[in-house]
């Protein structure tokens, strides 16, 4: 799995981390209970996120078992100062969790809960309070392959490289203020990457491959350096935005990251565990619904 916060692989804040290391993501959904898939039907999807009323965007949910899950949607920041973190960190104190969970895929060493904040956010806080408490800390994504060959199913593989290569792109230049050069580096790498995954093998490896395949859907902005953070807006169309069909590939891609993150937290609370989970916080009143049906 490619690590760029310098986290700029998947759902990608680009920080870089002091020290990276790779992990497993819980993918779960295929070996969850008959009770559990059935309540996934409950998860929503993200053309219909405007039918939520008065979306709710943490929840504290307690199962049968009495076993408990403390699901926090937050605002994607490195900025220690924000009140969010007390707000993580008194959660945490209250629910002594077992296990936590985090969105992303990176993995880092931190000696302060600051430092963590700086170098990846709201997972690296996660992170570093897990360790802090010697209990694991564990990935919600699903693996990448699995991603993949779940939109191949809907887009084509242009579509869909493109697609990973510009969100990392826009996000490394909106957060992060990177250089062109920078710009170029990290496109690359995650061409590199994508190229090892079925399915992607064989298209858009190159910078020059990259710079016709974008000129194939846009003439503006006029490099693939400069496309704007809306494209990657599931809560927005593409025809809203001007990005062709990256909206759609994201409201896709989101709701089946959201499925594996639904089915990973309701089975980690009904094995009988203290659970504590910190997402963007769109992805909440997504799952909620099924999550509350899973576990009450």
Same mark, same amino acid.
């Given at each position: ?27 779960? &959904? ?7 898939? @059935? ?7 993200? *053309? $219909? ?7 709710? &965007? ?16 937050? !605002? ?8 969010? &973190? @007390?707000?993580? $960190? ?12 985090? $969105? ?23 992170? &570093? @309070?897990? #360790?802090?408490?010697?209990? *694991? /800390?564990?990935?919600?994504? *699903? ?8 939109? @191949? ?15 990392? =792109? ?32 064989? =298209? ?16 503006? *902005? ?28 994201? #409201?896709?891609? /989101?709701?089946? !990251? ?12 009904? $094995? ?23 576990? #009450?």
């Amino acid at each position: 799995m490619f690590i760029y916060r310098i986290l700029c692989g998947k759902r990608m804040r680009c920080t870089i981390l002091v020290a990276v290391l790779l992990i497993g993501e819980a993918t779960l &959904f295929s070996q969850s209970s008959p009770h559990i898939q @059935l309540c996934s039907t409950k998860v929503v999807p993200y *053309p $219909e996120r405007n039918k939520i009323q008065n979306p709710m &965007f943490s929840t504290d949910l307690t199962a049968p078992n009495g076993e408990r899950l403390v699901y926090i949607g937050a !605002r994607h920041s490195n900025d220690s100062t924000d009140v969010q &973190f @007390l707000d993580i $960190e008194k959660a945490w104190e209250d629910i002594t969790p077992t296990i936590a969970f985090f $969105e992303g895929t990176g993995v880092g060493m931190w000696s302060s809960a600051e430092q963590a904040i700086r170098g990846a956010g709201e997972p690296g806080l996660i992170q &570093f @309070l897990a #360790q802090k408490d010697s209990i *694991p /800390s564990i990935s919600l994504e *699903p693996s990448e392959q699995d991603e993949v060959a779940y939109l @191949l199913t809907k887009f084509n593989p242009e579509q869909v490289k493109l697609f990973y290569t510009l969100r990392v =792109v826009s996000e490394m230049r909106q957060r992060q203020n990177r250089s062109e050069p920078e710009l170029r580096v990290a496109a690359m790498n995650v061409m590199q990457r994508l190229s090892k995954l079925k399915g992607l093998e064989n =298209v858009v490896r190159t910078l020059e491959e990259l710079d016709a395949a974008y000129r194939n859907y846009w003439t503006k *902005p006029a490099t693939w350096s400069d496309v704007p953070g809306d494209w990657f807006n599931p809560l927005k169309s593409s025809s809203e935005t001007g990005g062709v069909f990256t909206n759609e590939i994201n #409201q896709e891609s /989101s709701h089946f !990251r959201d499925m594996n993150m639904y089915s990973v937290l309701a089975t980690a609370v009904l $094995e009988g565990n203290r659970v504590i989970a910190v997402v963007g916080r769109d992805h909440v009143p997504m799952q909620a619904p099924a999550l509350k049906c899973a576990l #009450q």
